[in-house]
């Protein structure tokens, strides 16, 4: 069977909440799932125009929370409205405080949150590329000082279904389990 090109499913999406603030210091939250590393350090989200875009021009910095299991319906909640009808921060209830290192607010809901600055942002071809300059950790989350993906329980997007996905089961080892056929 073939499908529709723009419909095409490349896994996994992960599920994003970029923190701005806008001119008056009003923090925003949007959901945003088309992401990548895109280098060392480097981070390149997609985003089409939003309030989050025009308070990152201004303000030249946002964060990054990886949206988890346990923050889905306020992660769900700040991809309905856009901030620039209502302040979602306020509405969801959640928590935030100042990045150390950057001019954009930490949800403290979100176990792990990148600080990042804007190093390119492409309002034709509609990406955002950062530069992470600090990462904050929930102990929670942590085993031997690294983030457990098994502790943290990431969302991805199934475009497919329009679900939310929990990522953390561990199937194999990188680097190792292709050695038996390597070894033949």
């Known amino acids: 069977m073939e499908f529709d090109s723009k419909k095409s499913v490349i896994v996994p999406e992960g599920v994003f909440i970029i923190g701005t603030y806008d001119e008056n210091g009003v923090p925003n939250a949007m959901n945003a799932a088309w992401g990548i590393q895109s280098d060392f350090g480097e981070i390149t989200l997609y985003l089409a125009k939003h309030k989050t875009t025009e308070n990152l021009k201004k303000t030249g910095a946002f964060t990054v929370a990886f949206a988890t299991k346990s923050t889905l319906e306020i992660s769900d909640y700040f991809g309905l409205e856009s901030g620039a009808d209502v302040n979602k921060i306020e509405k969801a209830g959640v928590h935030v405080h100042k990045s150390t ?33 600090a990462q904050q950790a929930d102990e929670s989350v942590l085993t031997d000082g690294k983030i457990d993906l098994g502790k943290l329980q990431p969302l991805m997007y199934d475009a497919s279904f329009h679900v939310y996905r929990v990522i953390g089961e561990v199937a194999g080892t990188a680097f190792k389990d292709g050695l038996k056929i390597k070894n033949r």
């Open 101 to 133: 290192h950057v001019n954009a607010p930490v949800i403290e809901e979100y176990p792990v949150t990148l600080e990042c600055e804007v190093t390119e942002w492409n309002e034709e071809k509609e990406y955002l590329r950062g530069k992470i300059i």
